[in-house]
Structures are given as C-alpha cells and as structure tokens.
C-alpha cells in the first residue's frame, strides 16, 4: 500500500468517526472507534496465522459463505483445541477465540444479532485476561457498551454498535491491508481525535513532526552525531510517553536507518492514555516481550523496575525521549529531596515540575546515551531552584543543545517550547544553540514545520542537520563556550547567543526628499495631460 492509500485510509476512518459519533463527545468517540480497529488488526493477524499453522486443514470457504473458517475448524476439531492454542501463543504470543473474532463480530452486526453487545463484552474480556501471556488486564476499561451515550436502551446500544462495525468494517474493506497499515491509520486517528480536543489533547499526543525530531537526535551517535546514526538501541524510554507514538517513532527511525532496537519502555499516568499506549504497540507489530507500558507517577517513581537501589542494577537506557507536561504545579514531600534522582540537584520549585521531569529521566540515561526532552522555555531563564538546577547540569557539561521552536505547534497550548538535549558523555565543550523559532509555516489552527513539499524548506532536516554537524550559521545557529554562559549567569535564553533581529538599512532622507520631489514633479506633469485629454472631449471648459 502506498502511502497515499495509507493517508486514504486514515481520511476514510475518520470520516467514518466524525459521521457516527453524532452528538457524542470526540474522546467518548476515540475509544470505541480506536478499539474497534484494534480488534479488527489483532483478529486479521491471528486469522492469517492460524491459515499458515493449520495449512490444509483450514476451512476453505465458498465465495459468499459468512462461516467463519476457525469456528468451523474448533467445531470439527475439539481434541486438538489446546495444543493448536498452545502453538499459537508460541508464534503470535496470543489467542482468540472464534467468536471474538472481528470477522464474527462484523457478521453479528450485518445480521443485527442481538447478542452482539454481550459478545463485544466477553470478547474484550478475553482479551484482557486470557489471549496474551503477559496480562492485558484493564486494556478496554474506558471502554463502556453500556453507555447511554450509545443508547438508553440496550437494544438501542446494541443497533448503534452494529452501524458503527458495519461502517468500519465497510471503510477498511475498501483498502488492503499489510503489515503497519492498520497501525499507521491508528496514528492518523489518535491526531484527528487530538486536534478536536484541543487543551486535552497534551495529555496524549506529542506532534508528529516533533516527534520526528526527538526521535532522528536520539539515534545518532551521542558523543559524535556527525558519525550517523547509532546500530542498535538496546532500551529506549519514554517517561510520559502518552499515546506511544514518540517510542513508536523512534522505532521507525532507526528500523529505517538499517538499525535495531532491543525493548521499549514507556510510563503513562493517565489510564485512557495508557490503553490507547498498549493497543498502539500492538497495532505496530510488537510481540508483547517487545515492550512493557506502566501505568504510574513518573515524579513520584512508582515502578518498581526504575526502584533498583543497588547502583549495579540500575536500568540505563541508550535513548529517552519525552513530552512531559508543561510546568505541572506538584507537591514534592520532605522525603523527595533525598531521592536519587534529585538529591544532587535540589527539588523543582512547586509551581513548575519541569526539572523533576528532566532529572528523572536523566537519572536512567546510560553513560553512552542520549536524552531529547520538550520543555516550556521557562526552563532556561527562570531563577531559584530552577537556575540551580540548570548550572550544575551546565557544569557538569551534561547539556549538549538548546533548540528554540516556533510558536503555536502544538494542540495543547500555543507558547513557543525548546528542545533540550542531554549527555553524560558529551564530547564537545560548548552548548550549539539552535534558533529555529522563525522558521515554519502559519497555518489557520496550529503551525507547523516544512518538510522540503512543493519546492518549501526543509525545516526539520535543517535543525536535524545543524544538530548532527554543529553547524554554526548567523541567526541560525551558534556553538557557545561555556565560558560565555557562565558570564551570562547560567542563562540559556536562546535571542542572548543567537539573535534573529536584523538590523535595517539605513535610510538616506536626502535622497528620499529628492525622490518624492521627482515624483511630485512627474505628478504636475500627468495632471496637465489629463486636462488636456479632458478638454478635446469638450468634458471640461
């Protein structure tokens, strides 16, 4: 499927969510529709599979028959059941059974079976509890069919959940379907759902195009990015990872850069944004041993895997990236001070978690690693504790580039935000600071950068570029020793290194008064040629 058709099949979906949610509110909408297309993915994956396992002995079906082919197969095969599951944990790591099968399910909803809506229940009970090894528990808990915003009755909720399935399963119908395809249009999705909800959407969605940019700067070689890009990731880590698609796109980066990655790590506080986190691993291709989601506090370190007290077993990862909340107010106990995280630093000031973000997932970067997090510009001027904070990790050469960007690119809030990257083993003894802040295009809701389209700049590749080779450019970009900060107090404001104010030319008032007397005198000229013109048309006397 070409890219275009994966576009299509976004637009498709979302059109299809936007025509059927009626008066319900977007997000309620969200997950019904994105765990309808998980179903439909994890059900056509187990469906292929299970054709390849039970080769000729799969069912096949006349043109036109509704059977499902594996409910036929569980009928006439009751004794080998348990080992045919038993090979299909092995080699999908799941299993699901007939009934809950998307194909059954659609069947259901053609026929207006009145079951329908238990089925969905049990199925998505299953699911959670039994398909997977590793438990799933809780990954369809937002998503209530006995809503009455699907109906008051249960009748009424049943018919409504039977347009909806009859309308994707109409819409992905229209496409083939491969490897990623499905995944890619969950992306498209969770974005459009993000862009209508507007200040919510923070919580879940980090724009792809930054996402972009985190994800190319963490593969590069840390202490020299102009070496290219790194040959494995081993564990990479998003700390306030949202809906996954910074971990998923780091993923894709370096998979396209002929690279590989070991285990993915992501920690998520809300329980929706969790779920949907989950599903999109999944809905991606990844063996649940690929990847391990919590659901937990980052500031308060809740997971016991990032609780190691013994320095030997610390996890460290090769990559972090994040976008955390802007300046989240919190309430630090006596107790955090003397957390490993921060006890060498000092405690982000109560109205703004920010640096307790930062040092958090700075403490589990491995020495030979690289951290790229998204913060509010705040972070590089504010004083008190702050300011404390930033000189020492200063100090310690730890902060490698500041990279300032325009305004209004995200749904959640229209303040222009930074990108910090960090090291523990950085090779260069400057800070680059990259002023990329007027570089884009406005659009009607949001901003947003070029990409090299119909002959535009390619903003992205020019920060990833200026980053991986340090370039300097003027009002651009500038390598700034660390002599020159300090003398600055520690002040990382990007317009004090890299101005982007240009001076005008001067302008010379004797030639300007000389030319408005030329065009007064060319003025006098025209008017008495019209007076003429006018008079040979006898109009004046």
Same mark, same amino acid.
């Given at each position: 499927?070409?890219?275009?058709?994966?576009?299509?099949?976004?637009?498709?979906?979302?059109? $299809?969510?936007?025509?059927?949610?009626?008066?319900?509110?977007?997000?309620?909408?969200? #997950?019904?529709?994105?765990?309808?297309?998980?179903?439909?993915?994890? @059900?056509?994956?187990?469906?292929?599979?299970?054709?390849?396992?039970?080769?000729?002995?799969?069912?096949?079906?006349?043109?036109?028959?509704?059977?499902?082919?594996?409910?036929?197969?569980?009928?006439?095969?009751?004794? #080998?059941?348990?080992?045919?599951?038993?090979?299909?944990?092995?080699?999908?790591?799941?299993?699901?059974?007939?009934?809950?099968?998307?194909?059954?399910?659609?069947?259901?909803?053609?026929t207006q079976n009145d079951e329908l809506l238990k089925t969905l229940e049990e199925g998505f009970?299953?699911?959670?509890?039994?398909?997977?090894? @590793?438990?799933?528990?809780?990954?369809?808990?937002?998503?209530?069919?006995?809503?009455?915003?699907?109906?008051?009755?249960?009748?009424?909720?049943?018919?409504?959940?039977?347009?909806?399935?009859?309308?994707?399963?109409?819409?992905?119908?229209?496409?083939?379907?491969?490897?990623?395809?499905?995944?890619?249009?969950?992306?498209?999705?969770? +974005?459009?759902?993000?862009?209508?909800? +507007?200040?919510?959407?923070?919580?879940?969605?980090?724009?792809?195009?930054? @996402?972009?940019?985190?994800?190319?700067?963490?593969?590069?070689?840390?202490?020299?990015?102009?070496?290219?890009?790194?040959?494995?990731?081993?564990?990479?880590?998003?700390?306030?990872?949202?809906?996954?698609?910074?971990?998923?796109?780091?993923?894709?980066?370096?998979?396209?850069?002929?690279? @590989?990655?070991?285990?993915?790590?992501?920690?998520?506080?809300?329980?929706?944004?969790?779920?949907?986190?989950?599903?999109?691993?999944?809905?991606?291709?990844?063996?649940?041993?690929?990847?391990?989601?919590?659901?937990?506090?980052?500031?308060?370190?809740?997971?016991?895997?990032?609780?190691?007290?013994?320095?030997?077993?610390?996890?460290?990862?090769?990559?972090?990236?994040?976008?955390?909340?802007?300046?989240?107010?919190?309430?630090?106990?006596?107790?955090?001070?003397?957390?490993?995280?921060?006890?060498?630093?000092?405690?982000?000031?109560?109205?703004?978690?920010?640096?307790?973000?930062?040092?958090?997932?700075?403490?589990?970067?491995?020495?030979?690693?690289?951290?790229?997090? $998204?913060?509010?510009?705040?972070?590089?001027?504010?004083?008190?504790?702050?300011?404390?904070?930033?000189?020492?990790?200063?100090?310690?050469?730890? $902060?490698?580039?500041?990279?300032?960007?325009?305004?209004?690119?995200?749904?959640?809030?229209?303040?222009?935000?930074?990108?910090?990257?960090?090291?523990?083993?950085?090779?260069?003894?400057?800070?680059?600071?990259?002023?990329?802040?007027?570089?884009?295009?406005?659009?009607?809701?949001?901003?947003?950068?070029?990409?090299?389209?119909?002959?535009?700049?390619? #903003?992205?590749?020019?920060?990833?570029?200026?980053?991986?080779?340090?370039?300097?450019?003027?009002?651009?970009?500038?390598?700034?020793?660390? #002599?020159?900060?300090?003398?600055?107090?520690?002040?990382?404001?990007?317009?004090?290194?890299?101005?982007?104010?240009?001076?005008?030319?001067?302008?010379?008032?004797?030639?300007?008064?000389?030319?408005?007397?030329?065009?007064?005198?060319?003025?006098?000229?025209?008017?008495?040629?019209?007076?003429?013109?006018?008079?040979?048309?006898?109009?004046?006397?």
């Open positions: 499927m070409t890219l275009q058709d994966q576009k299509q099949l976004g637009k498709t979906l979302w059109d $299809i969510a936007d025509h059927l949610r009626g008066a319900m509110d977007p997000d309620d909408f969200r #997950d019904y529709m994105l765990s309808f297309l998980f179903l439909r993915y994890l @059900s056509d994956n187990y469906e292929e599979s299970a054709k390849k396992e039970l080769g000729r002995d799969y069912p096949q079906l006349k043109e036109g028959d509704k059977n499902i082919a594996l409910t036929i197969w569980y009928k006439n095969n009751k004794t #080998d059941i348990i080992e045919f599951e038993k090979q299909m944990r092995r080699k999908v790591h799941y299993v699901i059974k007939p009934q809950f099968l998307w194909s059954n399910i659609v069947e259901m909803a053609r009970r299953y699911i959670e509890n039994e398909s997977f090894e @590793s438990t799933f528990q809780g990954l369809f808990s937002e998503i209530n069919l006995n809503s009455e915003k699907l109906g008051r009755t249960a009748s009424e909720r049943n018919k409504k959940l039977c347009v909806i399935i009859q309308k994707i399963a109409e819409g992905i119908a229209k496409f083939s379907t491969d490897t990623d395809i499905l995944g890619d249009a969950y992306e498209y999705l969770i +974005g459009q759902f993000a862009a209508g909800s +507007g200040k919510k959407a923070g919580e879940f969605y980090t724009p792809q195009q930054l @996402s972009t940019i985190l994800s190319k700067i963490v593969i590069l070689d840390s202490q020299d990015p102009a070496l290219g890009e790194k040959k494995k990731l081993d564990k990479v880590l998003d700390f306030a990872c949202g809906s996954g698609s910074l971990l998923l796109n780091v993923r894709r980066q370096i998979k396209e850069s002929h690279g @590989s990655i070991g285990k993915i790590y992501g920690q998520e506080k809300n329980i929706t944004t969790y779920n949907l986190a989950r599903m999109n691993m999944l809905l991606h291709g990844l063996k649940d041993t690929e990847f391990e989601i919590h659901h937990g506090d980052t500031l308060l370190n809740d997971w016991d895997i990032l609780n190691e007290m013994n320095p030997a077993k610390k996890m460290g990862f090769d990559a972090i990236v994040a976008n955390p909340p802007f300046s989240l107010r919190w309430e630090p106990t006596d107790t955090l001070a003397e957390d490993f995280r921060f006890k060498s630093y000092g405690i982000a000031p109560k109205s703004a978690a920010d640096f307790a973000f930062l040092l958090h997932g700075f403490h589990f970067l491995s020495g030979e690693g690289t951290m790229a997090i $998204i913060l509010p510009h705040g972070v590089l001027f504010r004083s008190g504790a702050e300011e404390r904070i930033r000189t020492k990790l200063l100090k310690d050469n730890n $902060i490698d580039t500041v990279i300032g960007l325009p305004a209004n690119l995200f749904f959640s809030t229209g303040i222009p935000v930074c990108i910090l990257v960090l090291k523990k083993c950085k090779k260069f003894d400057d800070v680059l600071f990259i002023n990329a802040s007027e570089h884009f295009e406005k659009g009607k809701r949001q901003n947003r950068l070029c990409e090299g389209e119909e002959g535009k700049p390619n #903003d992205i590749q020019r920060i990833i570029d200026t980053y991986q080779f340090r370039k300097e450019e003027e009002r651009y970009s500038r390598r700034v020793s660390l #002599d020159e900060i300090e003398q600055n107090g520690y002040n990382l404001n990007i317009s004090r290194y890299v101005s982007t104010f240009q001076e005008e030319e001067p302008i010379d008032i004797h030639a300007v008064m000389a030319e408005i007397k030329e065009l007064e005198a060319k003025r006098a000229d025209l008017d008495k040629q019209i007076e003429v013109y006018l008079k040979e048309l006898g109009l004046v006397n």
